[in-house]
């Protein structure tokens, strides 16, 4: 009786190492599903010899005066 108890168990756990198995391939799926959804296109990598618009910084006026820096306390 013992050993049919612990074929039953062996049985079981089988199923659940598949079952398991199988998460970690949808899991696997899902995750590179999200890297290619949130990792940058081919054609957005290639930098250009020109910046675009948003990484152009204005140059600083004569006029204008530098920020102030705060001198920290000892």
Do not use: C, F, G, N
């Amino acid at each position: 009786m013992e050993s049919a108890s612990y074929e039953q168990r062996i049985q079981e756990l089988d199923h659940r190492q598949d079952e398991v198995l199988e998460r970690l391939a949808e899991l696997d799926r899902q995750i590179e599903v999200l890297i290619e959804m949130w990792s940058p296109k081919r054609e957005e990598r290639v930098s250009t010899s020109e910046p675009s618009s948003a990484e152009t910084v204005a140059p600083l006026d004569s006029a204008q005066e530098p920020p102030a820096t705060v001198p920290r306390a000892a």
